[in-house]
C-alpha cells in the first residue's frame, strides 16, 4: 500500500487526489472545469496530424520531435525527453527515483505528483502555501533534507506564477528539483518576449527537471504529448522507466509542428489575449459580493474563494455550468473553485448566472 503523507501537512480526511476536472465537464455544460483551450485546430498542426496517420505501420521515430523540442529550448536532443503527456513525466520521474528519501511536494497543486509518488511507494511530504499570503513561496519553507521537490509553476489550481529566483532558489546538490511548467505556454507579461519566469532553458541548476505539455494552448489532451527538460543522465534514468515507443507517431508530429518558431509566435499571440480574458474574468469576479479571487492569477484559470462554494458548484451544474471544485486539491477546503479563461461572452454570461445564485 502507497504510504500516507507526513508531517503536519498529513489531514485525517485525504483529499481524492485522482479527481480531476473532465469528470465535471458533462456533456451538455458549459465547460469551464477543464483548461483546456478549445478552439479550431491550424492547418499547421492538423495536417502533419492527419500525415502521420499515413505511417501507422512503422514503429515511432522520436528523434526528429526530439530535435525540434531541444532547438525551441536551446538544448542538445539527449536534454530532452518525449512523453505521452506531462502525466506520464510524472509517472517515471516517480519509478525511476524509487531510492529518494524525502520526497516535497509543494501544495496547492496538480494533484498527479504526489498521486505518481504515492503509487510508485514513496513516502510524500507537504509544504502548504498560505492562501492568505497568495499562495506565495517562501523556499525557506522546503525542508533543507529534501532530496527531491516536486512544484508548478504557474501553479494548477492557484494561478500563481512563482518568479523564477524563487524558484531556482530551491535548486542544490542532491536534490532533484522538479518543476511543472504545463501552463508556461498560457501565460504572458507585458514587456517580455517569452514565457515570464520559466526555467525551460536554464542548464545550469543542479537537478533541475522541467516538465512540459503540449495539451493545454493546442487542445491535444487525446492526443497525450508533453516532455521533460532536464540533465541527460537524469533523462537517462527516467526513460529507462519508460515502455517502448511510449509516444505515438501523431504525437511526435504534433510535437515538431508546435517547436516551430511560427508556431511560438501564435502561441505567444494565444498567451496574451488569454490574459486580457482572464483580466476580464478577474474584474467581473471580484465585483461580485462574497467572492474573492485568489492572488494574482497568471494562467489558463482563476480560483476564487466563495463561502458554500460546494453548494454554489451544484447550482451552477443546475443551470449549465461546470466548474472546478477545489476541495480535492491539498491545501484548499470545500469554499474554492477552480474556473478556466474563456472568451469575453461566455465570461459574462457566466458572471451572470453565478451572480444570481449568490443573490439567492
Known amino acids: 500500500m502507497p504510504a500516507a503523507p507526513t508531517g503536519s501537512a498529513a489531514a485525517l480526511d485525504e483529499p481524492d487526489l485522482g479527481h ?27 495536417d502533419p496530424i492527419t500525415a502521420a496517420l499515413g505511417d501507422l505501420a512503422a514503429y515511432p521515430d522520436p ?12 538544448r542538445p536532443p539527449e536534454e530532452v525527453l518525449l512523453t505521452a503527456g506531462a502525466a506520464e513525466g510524472f509517472v517515471l520521474i516517480a519509478r525511476a527515483l524509487s531510492g529518494a528519501r524525502h520526497p516535497v511536494v509543494v501544495h496547492p497543486q496538480f494533484t498527479e505528483p504526489e498521486a505518481a509518488l504515492r503509487a510508485a511507494g514513496h513516502r510524500v511530504d507537504r509544504v502548504l502555501l498560505d492562501p492568505a499570503d497568495g499562495f506565495r513561496l517562501d523556499p ?7 532530496d527531491l521537490v516536486m512544484i508548478g509553476n504557474p501553479t494548477n489550481p492557484t494561478s500563481v506564477l512563482h518568479p523564477a529566483d524563487t524558484i531556482a532558489a530551491l535548486a542544490r546538490p542532491g536534490r532533484v528539483l ?6 508556461a505556454d498560457t501565460t504572458a507579461a507585458p514587456g517580455v518576449d517569452g514565457e515570464p519566469e520559466s526555467l525551460a532553458a536554464r542548464r545550469d541548476l543542479p537537478g ?38 511510449a509516444v505515438s507517431t ?12 511560427a508556431a511560438v509566435a501564435a502561441e505567444r499571440a494565444i498567451a496574451a489575449d488569454l490574459a486580457a480574458d482572464r483580466d476580464h474574468l478577474v474584474a467581473r469576479l471580484s ?3 462574497g467572492v474573492r479571487v485568489a492572488g494574482r492569477p497568471a494562467a489558463a484559470f482563476v480560483l476564487i474563494h466563495v463561502a458554500g462554494a460546494a453548494g454554489v458548484r451544484e447550482r451552477l451544474r443546475a443551470h449549465g455550468w461546470a466548474v472546478r471544485r477545489g476541495d480535492t486539491f491539498p491545501g484548499l477546503g470545500p469554499d474554492w473553485l477552480r474556473i478556466a479563461v474563456r472568451d469575453r461572452g461566455t465570461t459574462d454570461a457566466f458572471i451572470e448566472t453565478l451572480a444570481r445564485i449568490l443573490e439567492a
Open 287 to 289: 465585483g461580485l459580493p
Open 20 to 46: 480531476h476536472g473532465d469528470a465535471e465537464a458533462t456533456p451538455g455544460l458549459v465547460d469551464l472545469a477543464v483548461n483546456v483551450r478549445r478552439a479550431p485546430m491550424p492547418d499547421w498542426l492538423a
Open 63 to 74: 528523434a526528429p520531435a526530439r530535435a525540434a523540442v531541444a532547438h525551441r529550448h536551446g
Open 208 to 245: 533541475l527537471v522541467v516538465v512540459r505539455s503540449l495539451t493545454k494552448t493546442w487542445g491535444l489532451a487525446g492526443l497525450r504529448i508533453g516532455y521533460l527538460l532536464g540533465d541527460a543522465a537524469l533523462l537517462t534514468r527516467f526513460a529507462a522507466a519508460q515502455p517502448l515507443w
Open 178 to 183: 522538479v518543476v511543472d511548467e504545463a501552463f
Open 140 to 146: 525557506a519553507r522546503v525542508p533543507d533534507d529534501a
Open 250 to 261: 501523431p504525437a511526435l508530429a504534433a510535437a515538431t509542428a508546435c517547436a516551430a518558431p
